[in-house]
Nanobody, 123 residues
Framework: VQLQASGGGLVQAGGSLTLSCVAS????????TGWFRRAPGKEREFVAS????????LYADSVRGRFTISRDNAKNTVSLQMNRLKPEDTAVYYC?????????????????WGQGTEVTVSS
């Protein structure tokens, strides 16, 4: 499975961005999807995840209420709508896919990773 993330860019604080991640290849081999981010000088951290069925959705406390994860299974796409962005949201955002149909927080449970898309939020 190959994952291609896009939609990053420069935005002012309070603004919005939508990230997209398109899966290709053996798309039947993944179910769970997630977004992670790595801020400058920090470890990569969990942002949001969603199971194939859509019933399982998790958010990091830092983004809950501002970010929304969604997926279009027919198009093999998972999106991350980011509203009310803050400078501390500045990071490279990665999409990931897991073989299991579950919403995971742990990086180690994801089998496939995209290349990352950069988000910069100016104050």
């Amino acid at each position: 499975v190959q994952l291609q993330a896009s939609g990053g860019g420069l935005v002012q604080a309070g603004g919005s961005l939508t990230l997209s991640c398109v899966a290709s290849g053996r798309t039947s081999s993944y179910r769970g999807t997630g977004w992670f981010r790595r801020a400058p000088g920090k470890e990569r951290e969990f942002v949001a995840s969603m199971a194939w069925s859509g019933g399982g959705v998790l958010y990091a406390d830092s983004v809950r209420g501002r970010f929304t994860i969604s997926r279009d299974n027919a198009k093999n796409t998972v999106s991350l709508q980011m509203n009310r962005l803050k400078p501390e949201d500045t990071a490279v955002y990665y999409c990931a896919a897991a073989a299991a149909d579950y919403a995971f927080r742990e990086e180690r449970l994801y089998n496939y990773w995209g290349q990352g898309t950069e988000v910069t939020v100016s104050s």
